[in-house]
């Protein structure tokens, strides 16, 4: 039966895993995915879980672990965050390319230096080219939705791809709210069994995995890598909608909110959404006709679908909590930007970078950014096309 | 040997012909010098079948008998490790043929 729980980020999370019961968890705990990784133990040392579990020394080592134990043919997932993920970093990309598809749980925190525990998407925006799935979640809900979906995207045998789901530190992780835990054998039943390709526990079969190649090979081999995330979109918007159907709440690539008639846009991922949410009803009950575009898949990236959804627009100001330094621009700016090219009639578009190590974001700054959209929607004229909300300058 | 394209390949980096490194002639990579075998100082230590990287030390009925010039990269390194008082292996100049017809 379907039970309305209050649960946190973290918990959330754990509660999808000991429904779908994977074959190995392997994680290292590291703040703010700790209690992931300390509830999985928990339910394994309860019996509720009958999976292994398997704590190595590192980060390094549980994604290599996750490798080893989906190579033998097992439905596998980690959770991590920040300094965790850059650790599994090398291992991130042979996941990606021996074509593994592990399901990885990201708590988002910044990076180092200089150390901090709060939440941001340096992380896993570090990790964009590894070849991973990207999935950002709004809220615990979101969290434990996307979690469960992101088995049947990367086990799909046209996708069989590795992906991630990101759900903002402490923010999301660790924040009480009351969401709908569907039945256990119903999610289930919706993540289905796992059928492994070419498992290496399939001994009659003579076979290696992950040979070098040389100048000969490697191109190809990467050619077919590709292949994978790109045929994930379709996979991506039927197992979304069948999640509607089962359970009510439906996913697309990204989350259009009051967009109809909006002249002026602003987009931003993850839990950040949610406040621009109420900017955006508190600015349209002033006669402002504003909208929200809340990306929810980053990788691979709906650049068509995202570009069409703002065409129409005056301006738009893409919020991305991360940086990258000496690029034009951040992350999510310059895909859309990039995204935009192609049209001959593109409203313009300006950067703003927030929140970087859990600096809040509030009401109010949203507003600021919607004055300032407003502006560029008159004169058509961006004058600074990149800018820190709430940074002391 | 024509090789697959990308949509040929098996998925994911495997390859369900193992042990196909066989057809991969590493001698072709020799450039220059090749181990010259000279059995009567031979003291059949084994410390060039130990050595050698590419299992290109002929051995038959037990005994060290030569080098294997399909697999034998020429790089040296039984001929180095050779214990015996006079070498057993020595390193000798080898004429190659380029691409061109010319030689080396
Ligand atoms: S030269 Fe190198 S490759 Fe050739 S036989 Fe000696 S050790 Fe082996
Ligand atoms: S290392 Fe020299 S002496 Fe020893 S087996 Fe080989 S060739 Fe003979």
Redesign the interface.
């Known amino acids: 039966m379907s039970t309305l729980k209050t649960l946190n980020g973290n918990q959330t999370i754990a509660e999808a895993v000991r429904q779908i019961d994977p074959d190995v968890v392997a994680a290292y705990p590291i703040t703010p995915s700790t209690a992931i990784v300390e509830t999985i133990a928990k339910f394994r040392a309860d019996g509720l879980i009958s999976g292994e579990f398997v704590c190595p020394e590192s980060e390094h080592s549980a994604m290599s672990v996750c490798i080893g134990a989906a190579s033998a043919g097992g439905r596998v997932m980690t959770a991590t965050a920040s300094q965790g993920l850059a650790l599994m970093w090398e291992m991130l990309y042979i996941a990606a390319g021996l074509r593994l598809p592990i399901v990885a749980a990201i708590a988002n925190r910044s990076l180092s230096a200089p150390i901090n525990i709060h939440g941001d998407h340096s992380d896993t925006m570090g990790a964009r080219d590894s070849g991973w799935i990207q999935i950002y979640s709004e809220g615990c809900q979101e969290a434990y939705d996307n979690f469960i979906q992101a088995f049947r995207i990367a086990e799909h045998l046209d996708v069989r791809t590795p992906v991630l789901v990101g759900l903002d530190g402490f923010i999301i992780s660790h924040s009480l709210e009351v969401i709908q835990v569907e039945d256990d054998a119903k999610v289930k039943k919706f993540v289905g069994e796992y059928k492994p390709v070419y498992p290496l526990f399939d001994t009659d079969r003579k076979m290696t995995v992950g040979p070098i190649d040389f100048t000969d090979y490697y191109f190809e081999h990467k050619r077919s890598q590709i292949e994978g995330i790109e045929n994930a979109p379709p996979v991506i918007e039927a197992v979304g909608k069948e999640f509607g159907k089962t359970f009510g709440r439906e996913y697309g690539f990204f989350e259009e909110y009051r967009m109809d008639d909006a002249e002026t846009c602003i987009v931003v991922m993850s839990s950040a959404a949610g406040t621009c949410k109420d900017a955006i009803d508190e600015l349209r009950s002033e006669g402002k006709k504003i909208g929200l575009l809340k990306p929810r898949v980053f990788r691979p990236f709906p650049h068509q679908k995202i570009a069409e959804a703002l065409k129409k627009t005056k301006a738009v100001a893409v919020l991305d909590r991360s940086s990258s330094p000496g690029a034009f621009g951040a992350p999510l700016f310059t895909e859309i930007r990039s995204a935009l090219y192609d049209y001959q009639e593109r409203p313009p578009i300006v950067n703003y970078v927030y929140g970087l190590g859990g600096r809040d974001i509030m009401v109010e700054h949203f507003k600021d950014v919607a004055q300032k959209l407003e502006k560029i929607a008159e004169t058509g004229k961006v004058e600074e096309w990149l800018g820190y909300i709430n940074l002391r300058e | 040997m024509s090789?697959?394209?990308?949509?040929e390949?098996?998925?994911?980096?495997?390859?369900?012909d193992?042990?196909n490194s066989v057809k991969n002639l590493t001698g072709t990579w020799r450039s220059g010098k090749k181990p010259e075998f000279i059995e009567e100082n031979c003291i059949q230590c084994f410390f060039c079948w130990l050595y050698c990287p590419h299992f290109a030390i002929l051995v038959k009925d037990g005994e060290v008998k030569g080098i294997n010039y399909d697999y034998c990269t020429g790089c040296g390194i039984c001929s180095v490790e050779c214990p015996s008082k006079e070498k057993s292996i020595v390193m000798v100049k080898e004429e190659i043929e380029l691409a061109g017809g010319s030689k080396k």
Do not use: P, Q
């Open positions: 090789k697959e394209t990308w949509k390949l098996t998925i994911g980096t495997i390859n369900l193992a042990g």
